[in-house]
């Protein structure tokens, strides 16, 4: 069964931190380079940092240098732990196999909302 479950948003202040978590099956993650994708209101979904099933990491310049992802192949669990958050970091956050397309299977998300 095909499952992507995310947890960890919420509301947080402009300059603090979230840990995002994501709980895949092992059809979406084992082998699988996995990423963060996230959409803000009104805008495409964007990725903003990919994990191999090695561990190396890349990040769009979005979140390069105050995210970090990372992978727990034990667990099929990804983090996304965000720092320095800004107003425009405000988005649904998901999780998925990378060069993952709109037809395939997302889970329901994860806000992440960004204010004072």
């Known amino acids: 069964q095909v499952q992507l479950v995310e947890s960890g948003g919420g509301l947080v202040q402009p300059g603090g931190s979230l840990r995002l978590s994501c709980a895949a099956s092992?059809?979406?993650?084992?082998?699988?380079?996995m990423g963060w994708y996230r959409q803000a209101p009104g805008k495409q979904r964007e990725c903003v940092a990919i994990?191999?099933?090695?561990?190396?990491?890349s990040y769009s310049n979005g979140g390069k240098g105050r995210f970090t992802i990372s992978r727990d192949n034990a667990k099929n669990t990804v983090y996304l732990q965000m720092n320095s958050l800004k107003a425009e970091d405000t988005a649904v956050y998901y999780c998925?196999?990378?060069?993952?397309?709109?037809?395939?299977?997302w889970g329901q998300g994860t806000p992440v909302t960004v204010a004072s």
């Open positions: 092992g059809s979406i993650f084992s082998g699988n380079a």
């Open positions: 998925n196999k990378r060069f993952a397309a709109a037809a395939d299977y």
């Open positions: 994990v191999t099933s090695g561990g190396m990491t």
